[in-house]
């Protein structure tokens, strides 16, 4: 019974990868009102995590998120990201936010990606950590970027966003899709977040930003 139990609680690495492209979508999502990137009327709320979470109703913004983290419908459709979390292809995706005007970059947020576990690529291959636990832990870090408005410098310029997300050299990039050089911030400060593991992947996430001289 005790195995039973264990067994309905875990977590599989297929959702493992599930519930880290749900953090960053919603993270990603909440940054973006958080920081008045885009006017607070385009954004609507919806409940995830035990939270109420802002999400952006911008055509543009979903067109742009959704082909990097929503997983596709259907059973064995998964998209390029999901599949590069469960062969363990991603090292970090950074959210980089920069002057409109300038192209300089005011902010940068880093999802820092560690693989967990057996390093057993089957997407049915079980965790040992709780789901209500890692919801938990998830929670805490979403409450934390919300909390962040209150020390981050106020971003006084029109800014936009782009996502990078660092690989191995030996995965198949989609043509779509263009390489690019790291953004750095001059004059950054760095925040550490909470960290959250699933038992498969553990995110940490880091905000840099321009220290306000």
């Known amino acids: 019974m005790a195995t039973k139990q ?8 297929k959702g493992s990868a599930k519930l880290v492209m749900d953090y960053l979508n919603f993270g990603i999502n909440s940054i973006l009102f958080q920081r008045g990137i885009y006017p607070p009327e385009s954004f609507k709320t919806e409940e995830h ?19 990097v983290l929503n997983q596709m419908k259907g059973m064995y459709l998964i998209n390029i990201t999901v599949y590069w979390l469960l062969e363990q292809k991603i090292q970090k995706m950074s ?9 300089e970059v005011m902010e940068r947020w880093d999802f820092k990606l560690q693989y967990e576990g ?19 832990e998830i929670r805490d870090v979403l409450r934390q970027i919300c909390s962040t408005v209150s020390f981050l410098p106020l971003l006084d310029c029109p800014c936009a966003f782009d996502l990078q997300i660092y ?8 043509q779509e899709w263009s390489e690019t050089a790291p953004s750095y911030i001059a004059n950054s400060q760095e925040l550490q977040l909470r960290s959250f593991s699933t038992s498969l992947h553990r995110m940490d996430t880091v905000v840099s930003y321009k220290a306000d001289f």
């Open 167 to 174: 690989t191995k050299p030996d995965v198949d990039v989609p």
């Open 6 to 13: 264990q067994s309905q609680n875990a977590i599989t690495l």
């Open 49 to 67: 995590f035990g939270l109420s979470i802002l999400v952006s109703t911008d055509t543009k913004i979903q067109q742009f998120l959704q082909p």
């Open 118 to 136: 057996s390093g057993d690529s089957n997407p049915d291959s079980v965790g040992n950590k709780e789901l209500s636990i890692i919801q938990k």
């Open 95 to 103: 959210m980089v936010i920069s002057n409109v005007n300038t192209k």
